[in-house]
């Protein structure tokens, strides 16, 4: 058998998958699901500015840090990316991610408009981007309220928030709505699969073919 062939890994550079979308729209749940499912798939914990809420968890779902902390990470450019929404700021620490992609890892991202455009920016070759948008504006009201976690004054600034991101749709790469939620999340792991098996991603198949090609 050929050497080239007992190793069956073609070695491949991580992808950055970004998830952005009306608060309220479904994004925070498809991304508890996809890390349920895909175990190799690790979350890029942003920090922020913002209170916690009950049920987060720092380290977990954020770190939560002071602004003054964050302005000194964004000042000595270690943030990947950063915004400021409702008047909070978040961002993506630099330095983990670039090592995660460089050893194949995966990133899944959880940030807005401002966030992923950024992100973009700065590693287009490596990001896939994914706008998830609510089935009606009523029913984003009624997920906003119903899971009792802000004032009505924060939802209503959230739903007049919402006209602007729900207009940069077109800037990204693919867009579900999300009227199933068991659809929405199928959809997004073939998504991420087919984006897994790009060529351009697979940094060892060249030589994984010269050496095909050799043996003939």
Known sequence: MSAH?????????????????????????????????????????????????????????????????????????????????????????????????????????DIDYQGAMQVREKAPDDVVSVFILPPSIPELRHRLERRAEDSAEVISRRLTAAKGEIGRWRDYDYVLVNDDLQRTFARLRAILSAERLRRERQTGLTSFVEGLLNDL
């Open 5 to 109: 062939l007992e190793n069956d890994i073609i070695g491949r550079r991580g992808l950055m998958f970004v998830l952005s979308s009306p608060s309220g729209a479904g994004k925070t749940t498809l991304t508890r699901l996809l890390r349920d499912e895909e175990p190799s798939l690790t979350l890029s914990v942003s920090v922020t500015t913002r209170a916690r809420r009950a049920s987060e968890v720092d380290g977990i779902h954020y770190r939560f840090i002071s602004p003054e902390e964050f302005f000194d990470l964004r000042e000595r450019g270690e943030l990947l990316e950063w915004a400021e929404v409702h008047g909070n700021f978040y961002g993506s620490p630099r330095r983990e991610i670039e090592r995660s992609l460089a050893a194949g890892r995966d990133i899944l991202f």
